[in-house]
């Protein structure tokens, strides 16, 4: 997995590379720039040297990186280009002013402008953005806040491409410092910032780029997040010739309310297309009759009563549908789960029940191993178990899921793009497969039963957890493809791909 780091991380390695291992600044920065220039010849192709662009130089190292691009740019006979350097010229880098130097001596125009002129936006093809770094940490102002809303104005229309970090986001947490600028690619440098790959970062970031820089490869402490790709995603246990429904482990699902009965079916759904052997749905005699018409016909279903927890090995499934009335009959249930050793995995309405009586909960849960219980929460559940807003979620989503994770002790899945998945003790594990087609009622309840069925088939909290989150978002970007547009996935779409994403992982 690629490790995520903070700001303050990223600045140490900088430090180190250049001050203990001998690779000078100047050197890091024509890395950087080359890197850039890379992602624009990628994009416009043989027809770059005749395209128009402008380069917003801050007065930091990122802006001396901007200036190496504009160089290196004029060298390949791109001449339309408009260098602006931001802010007041005596408070550039040793290093910016280096790079401004040598522009000057190659005869390449560098302005400082007062205010951005929109004939010159409309005119351009490109725009660099080069303004801000990943030490950001103030709320952007004049004058640079003029030049960031006027890109926004054209963001969709030019290719924008920031380097490092979109200027005016914070690197920690993805969150605008008010506004950032929207990119059409980020460059990053070095590592992946965690703060690029969760939240409102993904109203920014754009298409995400490492570029190491000659960095070398070694981290001298310990990383708190990490990146999961599809070089991470872990195959599924063999499925031997001699295999039967036993083999493939039990899926409990708990029955869903008459007026949210989908919910309950979506999960079982999400179970069975992912592989696990045997599915039932467990309820009330009357929920359960009612339900029966609509299951698919290879769900069981078993009233609730003792014989239930008769077996030896189960996953449980519970919330989707669920209610948030009369709590005290499922707690109870899942406590039984949790003295039998299941794996439980927990959603929608149990989360928001529990948000009434979480000390009872924390209690119950540590009675559990950490990896025994799976929480979902979406930011506006997590919000209610934490007695917070919803903003506050989203402004830092790292620092409230290892929250909730401590809290519960427990593993959270904090769902959203770039999902979250935090464990006691663990290092975090951000998850950026899926698109906005999971944006429907319904696939937060599939994502239960996929996770439910990869636990059933013995794969660790650990590894199956990530690899269902990981499937599902792969599962929705298939279901696009297929669609024509994400606006028309259904979550009953999704559970009828499923195979199709299982199958890739497989491919040798």
Same mark, same amino acid.
């Given at each position: 997995?690629?490790?995520?780091?903070?700001?303050?991380?990223? $600045?140490?390695?900088?430090?180190?590379?250049?001050?203990?291992?001998?690779?000078?600044?100047?050197?890091?920065?024509?890395?950087?720039?080359?890197?850039?220039?890379?992602?624009?010849?990628?994009?416009?192709?043989?027809?770059?040297?005749?395209?128009?662009?402008?380069?917003?130089?801050?007065?930091?190292?990122?802006?001396?990186?901007?200036?190496?691009?504009?160089?290196?740019?004029?060298?390949?006979?791109?001449?339309?280009?408009?260098?602006?350097?931001?802010?007041?010229?005596?408070?550039?880098?040793?290093?910016?002013?280096?790079? &401004?130097?040598? !522009?000057?001596?190659?005869?390449?125009?560098?302005?400082?402008?007062?205010?951005?002129?929109?004939?010159?936006?409309?005119?351009?093809?490109?725009?660099?953005?080069? #303004?801000?770094?990943?030490?950001?940490?103030?709320?952007?102002?004049?004058?640079?806040?003029?030049?960031?809303?006027?890109?926004?104005?054209?963001?969709?229309?030019?290719?924008?491409?920031?380097?490092?970090?979109?200027?005016?986001?914070?690197?920690?947490?993805?969150?605008?410092?008010?506004?950032?600028?929207?990119?059409?690619?980020?460059?990053?440098?070095?590592?992946?910032?965690?703060? !690029?790959?969760?939240? =409102?970062?993904?109203?920014?970031?754009?298409?995400?780029?490492?570029?190491?820089?000659?960095?070398?490869?070694?981290?001298?402490?310990?990383?708190?997040?990490?990146?999961?790709? =599809?070089?991470?995603?872990?195959?599924?246990?063999?499925?031997? *010739?001699?295999?039967?429904?036993?083999?493939?482990?039990?899926?409990?699902?708990?029955?869903?309310?008459?007026?949210?009965?989908?919910?309950?079916?979506?999960?079982?759904?999400?179970? !069975?297309?992912?592989?696990?052997?045997?599915?039932?749905?467990?309820?009330?005699?009357?929920?359960?009759?009612?339900?029966?018409?609509?299951? *698919?016909?290879?769900?069981?279903?078993?009233?609730?009563?003792?014989?239930?927890?008769?077996?030896?090995?189960? %996953?449980?499934?519970?919330?989707?549908?669920?209610?948030?009335?009369?709590?005290?009959? *499922?707690?109870?249930?899942?406590? /039984?789960?949790?003295?039998?050793?299941?794996?439980?995995?927990?959603?929608?309405?149990?989360?928001?029940?529990?948000?009434?009586?979480?000390?009872?909960?924390?209690?119950?849960? /540590?009675?559990?191993?950490?990896?025994?219980?799976?929480?979902?929460?979406?930011?506006?559940?997590?919000?209610?178990?934490?007695? !917070?807003?919803?903003?506050?979620?989203?402004?830092?989503?790292? /620092?409230? %899921? /290892?929250?909730?994770?401590?809290?519960?002790?427990?593993?959270?899945?904090?769902?959203?793009?770039?999902?979250?998945? $935090?464990?006691?003790?663990?290092?975090?594990?951000?998850?950026?497969?899926?698109?906005?087609?999971? &944006?429907?009622?319904?696939?937060?309840?599939?994502?239960?039963?996929?996770?439910?069925?990869?636990?059933?088939?013995?794969? &660790?909290?650990?590894?199956?957890?990530?690899?269902?989150?990981? %499937?599902?978002?792969?599962?929705?970007?298939?279901?696009?493809?297929?669609?024509?547009?994400?606006?028309?996935?259904?979550?009953?779409?999704?559970?009828?791909? #499923?195979?199709?994403?299982?199958?890739?992982?497989?491919?040798?």
């Amino acid at each position: 997995m690629q490790p995520l780091l903070t700001s303050t991380q990223m $600045q140490e390695i900088d430090r180190r590379t250049i001050s203990e291992m001998g690779l000078p600044e100047l050197l890091l920065m024509e890395h950087a720039a080359i890197g850039v220039v890379k992602a624009l010849q990628k994009r416009f192709g043989s027809t770059l040297p005749h395209t128009r662009g402008i380069i917003l130089v801050g007065p930091g190292n990122n802006g001396g990186d901007a200036l190496a691009v504009a160089r290196i740019l004029d060298s390949l006979g791109v001449k339309k280009i408009f260098v602006g350097v931001l802010g007041n010229s005596k408070k550039l880098s040793k290093s910016t002013q280096k790079q &401004s130097e040598i !522009l000057g001596k190659l005869g390449v125009p560098v302005f400082w402008p007062k205010k951005p002129d929109r004939e010159l936006f409309e005119s351009c093809d490109w725009i660099v953005d080069g #303004i801000f770094g990943t030490g950001l940490t103030r709320e952007v102002q004049d004058p640079f806040l003029p030049w960031i809303q006027k890109t926004n104005q054209f963001s969709g229309k030019k290719w924008v491409v920031s380097i490092d970090v979109p200027s005016g986001l914070d690197s920690d947490t993805g969150h605008p410092n008010p506004l950032a600028i929207q990119a059409s690619e980020t460059i990053t440098l070095g590592f992946i910032k965690q703060g !690029l790959v969760t939240g =409102a970062a993904a109203d920014f970031v754009g298409h995400l780029t490492l570029e190491p820089i000659q960095i070398p490869r070694l981290i001298p402490f310990s990383v708190e997040a990490f990146l999961y790709g =599809a070089e991470d995603a872990v195959k599924l246990p063999q499925r031997r *010739p001699t295999s039967h429904k036993g083999t493939f482990g039990h899926v409990y699902v708990w029955a869903s309310k008459e007026e949210t009965q989908g919910a309950c079916i979506l999960s079982s759904l999400g179970a !069975l297309r992912s592989g696990a052997g045997l599915v039932t749905v467990v309820g009330e005699k009357e929920t359960l009759n009612s339900l029966r018409k609509r299951l *698919p016909p290879e769900v069981m279903t078993q009233t609730l009563d003792e014989k239930l927890f008769e077996s030896n090995a189960g %996953v449980w499934v519970q919330g989707p549908g669920m209610g948030t009335k009369d709590f005290e009959k *499922p707690l109870g249930y899942l406590e /039984k789960a949790i003295v039998k050793g299941w794996k439980c995995v927990l959603d929608a309405d149990f989360l928001t029940a529990m948000s009434t009586q979480t000390k009872k909960i924390q209690s119950l849960f /540590k009675k559990a191993d950490p990896s025994q219980i799976v929480l979902t929460p979406h930011p506006k559940e997590a919000a209610r178990l934490l007695g !917070l807003e919803v903003n506050q979620i989203e402004k830092d989503r790292f /620092k409230q %899921v /290892k929250k909730l994770s401590s809290q519960f002790h427990c593993t959270v899945v904090l769902k959203g793009k770039g999902t979250l998945i $935090q464990a006691p003790s663990r290092p975090c594990i951000a998850v950026c497969s899926g698109d906005t087609g999971l &944006s429907k009622g319904g696939t937060g309840d599939l994502l239960s039963g996929i996770l439910g069925a990869f636990l059933a088939q013995g794969l &660790s909290t650990e590894s199956g957890v990530p690899l269902g989150v990981y %499937v599902h978002g792969k599962v929705s970007e298939r279901v696009t493809q297929i669609m024509g547009h994400p606006r028309s996935t259904l979550a009953s779409d999704l559970a009828s791909h #499923i195979g199709d994403v299982l199958a890739e992982l497989e491919k040798p």
